[in-house]
């Protein structure tokens, strides 16, 4: 079983940045390949970008290549570096680990979530 829980969340203004950390209890942690996924207020759950077990293979949603970058170390945590932040991009944000091999953006694909932290960015 994992934990997870995120930080790094806050207020930012557009074109700001922020890294986002996701911090993982359990000794199988490297077993796990890891996502981050985000909500806005009246809106569903979508994916935001995933890495794989070992750290060398990412996928991200289209609409934050190129600005995020997500990676994991042998401390059991998940970074998710945010940078030319947009209004948009306002959301809470969660990371959730999943047994499957393959990079999944499906939310089903993830068995265990954190809690989440909320990113604002002002216009």
């Known amino acids: 079983q994992v934990q997870l829980v995120e930080s790094g969340g806050g207020l930012v203004q557009a074109g700001g940045s922020l890294r986002l950390s996701c911090a993982a209890s359990?000794?199988?942690?490297?077993?796990?390949?890891m996502g981050w996924f985000r909500q806005a207020p009246g809106k569903e759950r979508e994916f935001v970008a995933a890495?794989?077990?070992?750290?060398?293979?990412t996928t991200y949603a289209d609409s934050v290549k190129g600005r995020f970058t997500i990676s994991r170390d042998n401390a059991k945590t998940v970074y998710l570096q945010m940078n030319s932040l947009k209004p948009e991009d306002t959301a809470v944000y969660s990371c959730?680990?999943?047994?499957?091999?393959?990079?999944?953006?499906?939310?089903?694909?993830?068995?265990?979530w954190g809690q989440g932290t909320q990113v604002t960015v002002s216009s």
């Open positions: 359990g000794r199988t942690f490297n077993t796990y390949t």
């Open positions: 890495i794989s077990r070992g750290g060398g293979r």
């Open positions: 959730a680990a999943s047994s499957d091999i393959s990079l999944r953006v499906e939310l089903t694909s993830y068995r265990y």
